[in-house]
């Protein structure tokens, strides 16, 4: 069995031939064992070498790489970008390692993902299992950006059907505010009429409230998309009686303990309200509506603009929604909507019918005048004399005489 360019056989303690595999890149000289007695399969594999050092990536490094690596490059790129879904990135992280171990990265394939979603989908629920997916795809691409990788695996689509559509009438509002207690009641109202987040009202601070501008203020970076928010609550009147009143109990708490209070919404104590779970459920639950997230407040307030005819473009500078395609799952059209646009609906084509009647009647009395008329002229009812047809005649065809001309 003779040898070859870049590819020779070599024996074995127990007398069996393996082929390996030989190639250079920038004056180095690379050897490798094909593992296999076929010298197709090392000329295959010499040939997928040479492929990878084209494109800049030492073939022999990718599948050496392990799962680890590859994890350690999706926490550095989260920490990098100062990304706030970091500790959603490590849970991540960790279900996919409790299923692929420390392996190579080469043992991922897309079969094997595949095993991966299905077994996860029977214990987790499609959302969970796309966000781990996510993880993995966005370290694969990393490691190929880096030249680490020459290509990732491909990814099956996971359907998620988790869209809320959860909101609050007015009335289901006020009786959730009527077993909230004092503290948290001001929090619940400012979200319902805002649609900020929960961790955006909790972390409001006095120094973002302007009373001379009348408007309220989200820092750059405080936000979930990083941008910063203005809102006019001057123009709210309800809003604007809500930040003075809590102005004014917040000054109270601050001369009986004699501390500066930096934070909007607070407890008795004046510290910072760090969580309403608890009491949020409890009051849902008395109120009559178990089940409601915090969450639905911001569906709430956007129903709200969207009922009051606030542009859309406005109502998504207000309450920090990025893109219409979000916002649009946000603007919850319930059964009472509907029945109310069918009555709008119903009450137009009354008026219009209403008014085509009243023409019609406008235009027979108009006729029944002019027939009366014509019967009490002379020679009413002697018919005229029959000659012959009157021709009316196009200027065109008329004769023409030049004037001055004979």
Request: proline share 5%.
């Amino acid at each position: 069995m003779s040898a070859e360019r870049g590819v020779y056989p070599r024996q074995k303690k127990d007398g069996s031939l393996v082929w390996w595999i030989v190639y250079h890149h920038r004056g180095q000289r690379f050897r490798e064992s094909s593992h296999s007695a076929n010298p197709e399969v090392a000329r295959r594999l010499r040939q997928k070498r040479l492929t990878a050092l084209e494109r800049g990536i030492n073939g022999r490094d990718a599948d050496r790489m392990r799962f680890d690596a590859l994890s350690a490059l999706l926490i550095a790129d989260y920490k990098v970008r100062q990304r706030k879904s970091l500790d959603r990135a490590k849970l991540s992280l960790s279900h996919l390692r409790r299923h692929f171990g420390n392996c190579r990265v080469s043992a991922i394939t897309p079969s094997a993902i595949k095993a991966y979603v299905s077994e996860r989908l029977e214990t987790a629920k499609p959302a969970s299992v796309q966000l781990e997916c996510a993880a993995l795809k966005r370290a694969f691409n990393l490691a190929v950006k880096d030249g680490l990788l020459a290509t990732r695996p491909a990814f099956p689509t996971i359907a998620v059907h988790n869209v809320r559509t959860g909101f609050l009438e007015q009335a289901q509002l006020q009786a959730v505010l009527d077993n909230l207690g004092p503290e948290v009641q001001p929090v619940v109202r400012f979200a319902s009429l805002t649609g900020w987040r929960k961790s955006e009202v909790l972390g409001l601070q006095w120094r973002q409230v302007d009373f001379g501008a009348g408007v309220v203020r989200l820092d750059v970076g405080a936000t979930k998309n990083g941008e910063g928010r203005v809102f006019p609550f001057a123009a709210l009147p309800e809003l604007d009686e809500l930040l003075n009143a809590q102005r004014e109990r917040t000054s109270a708490v601050e001369r009986h303990r004699g501390q500066v209070i930096p934070h909007v919404f607070h407890r008795r104590d004046g510290g910072p309200i760090l969580s309403l779970d608890h009491a949020w459920a409890s009051a849902c639950r008395r109120a009559g509506v178990p089940g409601r997230l915090f969450h639905d407040l911001r569906r709430t307030a956007v129903r709200s603009f969207e009922r009051a005819g606030v542009p859309r473009a406005v109502a998504m500078r207000l309450s920090g929604h990025k893109t219409e395609a979000i916002y649009r799952r946000y603007a919850i059209v319930s059964e009472s909507d509907l029945a109310e646009g069918v009555q709008r609906l119903a009450q137009a084509r009354t008026a219009t019918q209403t008014a085509t009647r009243t023409v019609r009647a406008a235009a027979g009395g108009l006729d029944e005048s002019h027939n009366s008329l014509q019967d009490n002229m002379p020679g009413a009812g002697v018919e005229p004399a029959r000659g012959f047809p009157r021709r009316i005649l196009s200027p065109s065809r008329l004769p023409f005489r030049h004037p001055g001309i004979d």
